[in-house]
């Protein structure tokens, strides 16, 4: 639908839920992407493939040029490839690309939650944008900034309840393993920790930052080569040390005293799996939170004083 309004995007979403019948009622929840051109495509697959175990209406907002005069081109899709959502991909020309917030609240599903998620090169404050100020949660993803590290810093500086990031829930499998490991004799305390990762790895820096909160012990970060992601997570106790390797961004293995070492698929999880992740809770994550606000301040190799706190 070239050059129209939010009222005839609404006709059209009524005219398709009548003609496909009653299976978007279950939607539980209003997803809103807030992209460029260059990557709707690649976010609205992750975002479809995502929301099959939480069917939402999905926003897909594309900043187009500001050049062009005031136009909103739309398309909305319903069946199909949408799957069980509502999808509908507005492309905002001119002033008017910098005013998303107008276009989507006409569209928001009633009485639901509202997730804004920037796949890449997200606003400064997420929080403090239109889109943002309108959200329940607020989904970013330092990893595919051009600087993971300073939007991470960033993240922190601008935090506010309801924000997350994706480079954290990548961490979840290697939280897992490393607290199943803590788990079993002979539950001696952790004297200290050293993170291995990329220098690019805001996952890394994140993970040290929640070990630092949790095990209340030194914990250093260790630099390697950019895109490599998580390495290594090396744990000291009296009995001797807890190791996590990953050498190939795929299979790790697990070794800790009077056991055989344990060898685990750990594969970096793809987008849609991030994110569907991310949706599963409106919940605030206190768990991130620490681990950015104060987890990131205490472990050597990472500066988080630098980015100042956070505001809220």
Not at 17 to 27: C, F, K, Y
Not at 32 to 48: F, P, Q, S
Not at 66 to 76: C, H, L, Y
């Amino acid at each position: 639908m070239p050059d129209c309004t939010t009222k005839d995007v609404s006709k059209a979403l009524v005219r398709l839920r009548s003609e496909i019948g009653a299976m978007t009622l279950g939607r539980v929840m209003t997803l809103i992407i807030v992209t460029d051109d260059d990557g709707a495509d690649d976010a609205l697959e992750a975002a479809t493939a995502a929301s099959r175990a939480h069917p939402s209406r999905i926003i897909t907002l594309v900043r187009g040029d500001r050049r062009w005069s005031d136009r909103m081109d739309a398309e909305v899709r319903m069946g199909g490839d949408a799957g069980v959502s509502e999808i509908v991909v507005l492309r905002l020309f001119g002033e008017l690309a910098d005013h998303g917030e107008a276009v989507v609240t006409p569209l928001l599903v009633p009485d639901s939650p509202v997730v804004a998620w920037w796949p890449m090169n997200a606003d400064y404050d997420v929080a403090g944008s239109p889109i943002g100020a309108m959200a329940d949660r607020r989904i970013t993803d330092a990893s595919l900034s051009s600087n993971p590290r300073k939007d991470l810093l960033r993240r922190r500086q601008t935090y506010a309840e309801g924000d997350s990031d994706m480079a954290w829930s990548r961490t979840t499998r290697w939280r897992g393993l490393l607290a199943t490991a803590l788990d079993q004799p002979p539950y001696e305390p952790v004297t200290a920790v050293t993170v291995s990762g990329a220098s690019d790895s805001a996952s890394t820096d994140l993970l040290a930052g929640w070990l630092a909160v949790r095990l209340r012990c030194p914990v250093h970060r260790v630099r390697g080569k950019r895109g490599t992601g998580l390495t290594k997570v090396h744990m000291d106790r009296a009995s001797g040390p807890i190791e996590l390797v990953r050498p190939d961004r795929r299979f790790a293995t697990v070794t800790q005293p009077e056991q055989p070492p344990r060898t685990v698929d750990l594969s970096r999880p793809g987008t849609a799996e991030s994110l569907a992740e991310e949706l599963r809770s409106m919940d605030r994550d206190i768990t991130y939170r620490d681990a950015l606000l104060k987890g990131l301040e205490l472990v050597d190799g990472v500066s988080a004083t630098r980015a100042g706190r956070s505001r809220k």
